[in-house]
């Protein structure tokens, strides 16, 4: 079973909407968590990372935040654009550098 | 400064035979993973290199292996080709140093799409 779990899989919204992406996870030691987004064909590219004592971060029109409690974070996109149509990906940071990845959520954003 | 380059992009091979796929840093990067991307698993660590000493091993078969050059540019070798092992294979790579900072971030690379036939 994933130790990172991505809700939901996949989604479409229109161009000029928010959204929301959830990401749990079960993996221990926790370093940090990154969120990565990933246009098809292209490597992934990162967006955040958020150590244990972070509760949010923002690059641009996205927007991370960090529940260690709950083992949750979430990934807010505001204001779509064309180019938020990708991939994206949750991976959790252990203290031994290994990374857990989560399966992705798939965002189609339509004009 | 460049980008992680991998060579090469696209590759067409059989069962049994095996693969060499080549990946180069950023300069002034001294760690190399690699990812295995497929549609039903995702992203899966493979393995990462630093200073070219093996430093993290995903749970991958003795089948996939791979190196570091003294100039940090790593290879990954799969022998003895599957069809299971289609997929696109990323290498990124970082700053990190060990017993340094966990929180550096990976640049990835094009990747490099595998088919097996």
């Known amino acids: 079973k994933n130790q990172v779990e991505q809700s939901p899989q996949s989604l479409i919204i229109l161009e000029g909407k928010n959204c929301t992406l959830q990401?749990?996870?079960?993996?221990?030691?926790?370093?940090?968590l990154r969120w990565y987004k990933q246009d098809t064909g292209r490597g992934p590219v990162s967006l955040t990372i958020?150590?244990?004592?972070?509760n949010t971060k923002s690059n641009g029109r996205y927007t991370a935040t960090l529940d260690a409690d709950t083992k949750q974070s979430s990934l807010h996109i505001t204001a779509s654009q064309l180019s938020d149509s990708a991939s994206y990906i949750c991976?959790?940071?252990?203290?031994?550098?290994?990374?857990?990845f989560g399966a992705g959520t798939t965002v189609t954003v339509r004009a | 400064k460049a980008g992680v380059t991998q060579t090469p992009r696209y590759l067409i091979k059989t069962r049994g035979q095996q693969v060499t796929l080549s990946c180069s840093p950023i300069?002034?990067?001294?760690?190399v993973s690699w990812y295995q991307q497929t549609p039903g698993q995702g992203l899966q660590f493979l393995f990462e290199?630093?200073?070219?000493?093996?430093?993290n091993k995903g749970n991958f078969p003795g089948r996939f292996s791979g190196r570091q050059f003294s100039n940090s540019r790593s290879e990954m070798n799969v022998s003895t080709l599957e069809l299971g092992d289609s997929a696109l294979y990323l290498c990124?790579?970082?700053?990190?140093?060990?017993?340094?900072?966990?929180?550096?971030?990976?640049?990835f690379g094009p990747g490099t799409r595998l088919t097996v036939l």
């Open positions: 990124a790579s970082s700053l990190r140093s060990y017993g340094g900072d966990l929180t550096d971030t990976q640049y």
């Open positions: 990401c749990n996870y079960t993996v221990s030691p926790f370093s940090n």
């Open positions: 958020m150590t244990f004592s972070e």
């Open positions: 991976v959790v940071s252990l203290n031994d550098y290994k990374l857990s």
């Open positions: 300069s002034g990067h001294r760690s």
């Open positions: 290199y630093f200073s070219e000493t093996q430093r």
